[in-house]
């Protein structure tokens, strides 16, 4: 499925579609191959973090630094079920888990306070003060039965995030003009 031939023979789709729960129609997956290619600058076959970072609507995203980590590197099969938590076909634990590997930027399946604190810096950025951010993450893990030290497993997430109305998703065009 290297990007050089630019064609997905119908073997290969179904294989995506079978890596992906088949939560991917067979025409969202060849436009997200079309992509894929486009960001596949040197058409090895993956996207690297240097190649990701040439679009701006990528660099420009405050969680850039951690989303380089967990897409470089990847294959389109493997690009494609990173991209599934952004489907509206995705259930809500398949959405948390990838917030959790956002978070988790240790990747020792626990998340820490300051894990989360550092991702809120990035997404507040200097909006809110290292106090104000500390009270709002502490209110929210107290209302949960959690504290500060607490060490939060993908289930406890689950737990806390189920409750939440988390909203994450991103059409799929569908247009082979991308």
């Known amino acids: 499925m290297g990007c050089a031939s630019s064609v ?3 073997s290969d789709i179904q294989e995506v579609q079978e890596h992906c729960n088949n939560l991917f129609t067979e025409q969202e997956i060849v436009s997200l191959y079309q992509r894929f290619c486009q960001l596949d600058g040197n058409g090895k076959g993956f996207i690297s973090a240097d190649e990701l970072l040439l ?3 990528f660099s ?8 380089l980590k967990m897409v470089d590197g990847l294959n389109f099969k493997d690009f ?13 634990n398949q959405k948390i ?4 590997k956002v978070y988790d930027s240790e ?28 009270a709002v993450l502490s209110k929210i893990l107290q209302e949960a039965g959690y504290t500060m030290e607490s060490l939060l497993l993908l289930d406890d997430c ?20 991308l």
Do not use: Y
């Open 97 to 100: 888990e990838f917030v959790f």
């Open 55 to 57: 679009h701006t609507e």
């Open 60 to 67: 420009i995203n405050p969680l850039s630094e951690r989303l």
């Open 158 to 177: 689950i737990k806390i995030l189920n409750k939440s109305c988390m909203k994450m998703e991103v059409e799929v065009s569908t247009s082979l003009s």
């Open 8 to 10: 997905l023979t119908l």
């Open 107 to 134: 990747h020792n399946d626990k998340v820490t306070f300051g894990d989360i604190l550092e991702v809120l810096r990035d997404l507040t950025g200097p909006i809110m003060s290292d106090e104000e951010r500390e």
């Open 80 to 92: 494609v079920a990173f991209l599934l938590a952004f489907s509206a076909k995705a259930s809500m």
